[in-house]
T-cell receptor, first 115, second 111 residues
């Protein structure tokens, strides 16, 4: 069982749709992350929120819009996605910065398919 | 730029064999994590190593952090089909909330 919960588990959407991915953690962690993972590849960092503020944006296209409503929740709003955006989207959290030896904990991901 | 290189990239072995996976860098890391990921699921944290030279054991898995904190290894004794998966090492970039991942090792254990 994972302590980071992601919904939905699967999502199929057209290129003109708007949808959101949700992530929740109740471990009191102060950093939350979005990753994109293509098949058989390591996760690629997209965004980092620390203490509810966006601290890292890895030059992600604006069709991906992150939101952190509170310290336990993280959303990823999707609009006008392209077929190449089809991937596994992973949410992770960590107690604080990795500089303190704090590991990341991952959810099971949302499998996104763009038609 | 900090990089983590894993070797081998792929490994297919018979049940009962031993194996070692390596995670190497030219940079010093304050800690390294090892994860196992199965298809359709998120990475599951196996261990965090923090001290140079540290050895940690998790049942049949033995993890070692290099003395200089630039590399780590994962040794599996008597591999089982349940060990099949993608093994990833990861480390934090100092002074940031960013982690980098190794290139991954895909392990398949045949019954």
């Amino acid at each position: 069982d994972t302590e980071v919960t992601q919904t939905p588990k699967h999502l199929v959407m057209g290129m003109t749709n708007k949808k959101s991915l949700k992530c929740e953690q109740h471990m009191g962690h102060r950093a939350m992350y979005w990753y994109k993972q293509k098949a058989k590849k390591p996760p690629e960092l997209m965004f980092v929120y620390s203490y509810e503020k966006l601290s890292i944006n890895e030059s992600v296209p604006s069709r991906f819009s992150p939101e952190c409503p509170n310290s336990s929740l993280l959303n990823l709003h999707l609009h006008a996605l392209q077929p190449e955006d089809s991937a596994l989207y992973l949410c992770a959290s960590s107690q604080d910065s990795g500089s303190y030896g704090q590991p990341q904990h991952f959810g099971d991901g949302t499998r996104l398919s763009i038609l | 730029t900090q990089l983590l290189e894993q070797s081998p990239q792929f490994l297919s072995i018979q049940e009962g064999e031993n194996l070692t996976v390596y995670c190497n860098s030219s940079s010093v890391f304050s800690s390294l994590q090892w994860y196992r990921q199965e298809p359709g699921e998120g990475p599951v944290l196996l261990v965090t190593v923090v001290t140079g030279g540290e050895v940690k054991k998790l049942k049949r898995l033995t993890f070692q952090f290099g003395d200089a904190r630039k590399d780590s290894s994962l040794h599996i004794t008597a591999a089982q089909p349940g060990d099949t998966g993608l093994y990833l090492c990861a480390g934090p970039i100092s002074g940031t909330y960013k982690y980098i991942f190794g290139t991954g090792t895909r392990l398949k254990v045949l019954a």
